[in-house]
């Protein structure tokens, strides 16, 4: 298969101002994989989306020759596994990948929560500053990660966790700019800063990133308490 | 091939079901380990615990020459990757290994919350619709086992032997027992499982399991005793 043919039997199912739907499509980019991005209207979901995510109802699915595949971090795994001549996005060694997957579920299921609670202030007031602590932690941790030498999580090369964390580029920077002030802040956290300059020099990254104008109003329209007449509407 | 013991080591406890995974794993690839308990019911937790998983502070955890490896089920891919001369526990094919670590992630999404959901409902009718909730997983489940391998016939979602998915679901066995026990509901059916049902049987009798979960009745004392009060009490001071 020559790497400018869309597979035939390639599609990704999104929702592209969703983080999850770009892991996936920043993956197929940097391997030079071509597909096809079917865009998911989430207020109304297409009988092949619920067809084939039955369980979850949720994008992004892969479907890959009349395979379905839901889940963002299991559909990378599965790209690297099954695109095996492109380079690999997760280490070679057995303990760097448990590393790298426990890291992946650590931004998914601590970091972005902790995060959104404390940016959006989805908490009582008296709890707030108890949560930007907390938050500021996660962050400091997974900075503690990246270190200070390495370009990427994954070393020189961007990787499978770089991928995971595309969060903090695409998407925190709206929730900020929506909020009114900053958690993740130069100053404090420098070699995240510097590590989200190194992808931001990538046009794979770039090229993957959400449209600030919608992720914006996304952002606003959930500060309100999500406010019928500010509701986004997403092309 | 076993290595030496201070090599291994798996921070785990018997009612936990995902340290089960973890034992059940190491078993299968003749791995010699040394077993330190946490004590789940007082709730304090060792320094190494603490030391080697910062983040989450919860069993199980592995350390291998040292190194801290975290969550059950990453725990057990690492296991398996370098443990690679021993029986596979992933499948080979990509679509088949990531179809089983889709299947097992959503046991550890739902099946923990159904079963709160069923000890914290109030009244016969709330019981019955979260028992409904579990079911519904468990008829996913068989769905998904005919799916795999076992639909031609063989006993496992594994094939012939136990694989990862054998493993992310039958490690909850115990405690799915006990749910039966305390509610007087059946969980597994011939009408709804049929599959399952012989499942659970091949599971439960396989050599690198059947030491491993853990008696029904001790494991329902504990479930009366501690994790059905923390469960209540948490879901009370959740409410206010």
């Known amino acids: 298969m020559g790497e400018n043919e869309i597979d035939e039997g390639l599609k990704v199912y999104g929702f592209s101002i969703s983080p999850f739907t770009r892991k996936v499509e920043m993956t197929l980019n940097l391997k030079g994989i071509k597909y096809e991005h079917i865009e998911e209207d989430l207020n109304n979901k297409s009988s092949d989306l619920l067809r084939y995510n039955p369980v979850h109802k949720a994008t992004p699915v892969l479907l890959h020759n009349g395979n379905p595949l839901p889940e963002s971090l299991i559909i990378m795994e599965y790209i690297d596994d099954t695109w095996t001549d492109a380079d690999p996005i997760m280490p070679p060694d057995p303990y760097d990948r448990a590393m790298v997957r426990f890291w992946a579920n650590f931004i998914d299921t601590k970091l972005v929560p902790a995060i959104k609670v404390a940016v959006l202030r989805e908490c009582e007031e008296e709890e707030h500053e108890k949560k930007i602590e907390e938050a500021k932690h996660w962050v400091k941790t997974i900075e503690n990660v990246l270190g200070e030498k390495k370009k990427f999580f994954g070393g020189e090369k961007i990787g499978y966790l770089d991928i995971a964390a595309i969060w903090l580029i695409g998407w925190v920077p709206a929730m900020q700019e929506a909020a009114g002030w900053e958690l993740i802040s130069k100053e404090k956290f420098p070699f995240l800063s510097a590590w989200t300059q190194e992808m931001l020099s990538h046009q794979v990254v770039r090229d993957n990133l959400p449209h600030r104008d919608p992720l914006h109003a996304y952002y606003v329209w959930r500060l309100s308490g999500f406010k019928p007449e500010l509701t986004p509407v997403f092309k | 091939m076993g290595k030496g013991k201070g090599d291994v ?135 998904a086992f005919l799916k795999s391998s076992a639909g031609e016939g063989k006993p496992f979602f594994g094939g012939d032997e136990i694989g990862y998915l054998d493993i992310a679901l039958g490690s909850l066995l115990g405690w799915l027992r006990v749910t039966e026990k305390s509610f007087n509901v059946k969980l597994f059916e011939e009408a709804t499982t049929p599959r399952l049902v012989s499942w659970v049987d091949s599971f439960c009798k396989h050599p690198a399991v059947k030491d491993e979960l853990p008696e029904t009745d001790k494991l329902f004392e504990y479930a009366q005793k501690v994790v059905y009060p923390r469960i209540k009490a948490f879901a009370a001071a959740a409410a206010k």
């Open chain 2, 9 to 143: 080591k798996l921070l785990g406890a018997w009612p936990s079901p995902y340290a089960v995974r973890v034992n059940i794993a190491l078993n299968l690839k003749s791995v010699d380990y040394e077993f330190q308990t946490e004590n789940l019911a007082t709730g304090s937790k060792s320094e190494l615990l603490i030391k080697s998983n910062p983040v989450h502070k919860k069993i199980p955890v592995l350390l291998h020459g040292g190194k801290p490896i975290c969550e059950s089920l990453i725990i057990v891919q690492y296991i398996d990757e370098v443990w690679s001369d021993g029986p596979s526990i992933l499948p080979s094919d990509p679509y088949d290994r990531a179809v089983a670590r889709f299947w097992a992630a959503y046991v550890d999404d739902k099946f923990y919350t159904a079963v709160k959901g069923i000890v914290v409902a109030d009244g016969e009718e709330a019981k019955a619709a979260a028992v409904k909730v579990l079911k519904d997983g468990l008829v996913l489940l068989e769905e």
